[in-house]
Structure formats: structure tokens, C-alpha cells
């Protein structure tokens, strides 16, 4: 019975660490390498982590697993996609894995006025009907994980904020179109 409890810890502590790959040591070595990153928002989790593409990692998370958690390797890419590479993107202390500026904050640009959309917020604060399930606005009909202000969100926006707004029961939630739209801010 000891070999079988002995054995089953030694496998977990085996596979633990391929399964699992946030740990703090990551972060160490995230700012060991760049060490100016130290007292920014870069010296967080979600550095890594957020905006989630795959497995609760973001796109340059990603890149770093698939280079072998070599920093060097990923600093000349970009890995968000916002044609900043990921080097420029961490000594100007912005998050190299989302196109957000600081906690997770979009902009969304239209014609009746600018939405400033918090991600962070909405995804993962108690209020919010998300709590956390990327499915809830994006997928095949939704939101893609990847935002492009290039185009239009509306017809998907629409009906899905306003939807989740009113669903909410939040008499907080924007239901009127510049409760969302700046109007002082337009394309």
C-alpha cells in the first residue's frame, strides 16, 4: 500500500509541473530577465495570462511555451498583434501579449463615439455574468479572441452587451446607446 501512495505522489509531482504552467518561478525569471519590468503592471500574472487564448494563456505565453521558455527568442515577434514587437512592447512597460494598453482596457473606435471597454473588469469581477467563461462573448458568433479595430462589432456588440446589460438586472449596466458610445470621441 506504501509503494502504490508512494509511487501515485511521485507520478503527480512528475506531471504537475508539464501540466501546470503558471508559476511564480516564471514570473522570477520574467523579471530576473527584465528587471526595469519590476514595479509595472508587467510584474502580474496577467503579463501571461490575460487576455486568455489558449489553455489560460495568452499569445505571448504561448510563444514563450513553444520556444521553450526562452524570453530571447519571442522579443523580436509580436505576439498580440498590434505591430509592436514584444521587446519594445516590455521596455515601454505595456503588455506584450494584449493589444489593451494597462488592465485590460480597450478602445473600441466608431463613427458615434469611442467605447471604452474594460476586459479585465468584465471578465472576471463578481458582477458581471461572465465570471470568468470565455464562451459567454466569444466564439463562432461572438467576439473572436483576437480584436481587430479594423472591424466592425457592432452587429455582434449590439445584442450581445446590450443583452447581457439587461440580463444582469444591474440598474448600473449602460442600456442607452452614449451610456457606452463617448461622443467626444469619434473616428
Known amino acids: ?29 520574467f523579471l530576473a530577465k527584465y ?10 500574472c496577467r503579463t501571461c495570462h490575460l487576455p486568455a487564448q489558449e489553455n ?13 521558455l526562452d524570453f530571447s527568442l519571442i522579443e523580436k515577434a509580436d505576439s498580440d498583434g498590434d505591430t509592436v514587437s514584444n521587446i519594445n512592447e516590455i521596455e515601454a512597460k505595456q503588455l506584450p501579449g494584449s493589444q489593451a494598453q494597462a488592465d485590460e482596457v480597450f478602445i473600441f473606435t466608431n463613427r458615434i463615439g469611442a467605447i471604452t471597454f474594460n476586459h479585465e473588469k468584465h ?19 461572438n467576439f473572436p479572441r483576437k480584436f481587430d479595430n479594423n472591424v466592425t462589432w457592432q452587429p455582434v456588440a449590439h445584442p450581445l452587451c446590450k443583452g447581457c446589460h439587461k440580463e444582469s ?8 446607446c452614449f451610456e457606452c458610445h ?6
Open 182 to 187: 463617448d461622443k467626444s470621441k469619434k473616428e
Open 1 to 29: 500500500m506504501i509503494n502504490i501512495l508512494t509511487s501515485t505522489l511521485l507520478l503527480t509531482a512528475l506531471l504537475i509541473p508539464s501540466l501546470c504552467l503558471a508559476t511564480p518561478g516564471i514570473l522570477k525569471m
Open 35 to 44: 528587471p526595469s519590468s519590476e514595479s509595472s503592471q508587467l510584474s502580474s
Open 169 to 176: 438586472g444591474n440598474p448600473n449596466a449602460p442600456q442607452k
Open 123 to 141: 471578465s472576471l469581477s463578481p458582477p458581471y455574468l461572465s465570471k470568468g467563461k470565455c464562451d459567454n462573448c466569444h466564439g463562432k458568433d
Open 56 to 68: 489560460c494563456l495568452n499569445s505571448y505565453a504561448l510563444a514563450l511555451k513553444e520556444n521553450g
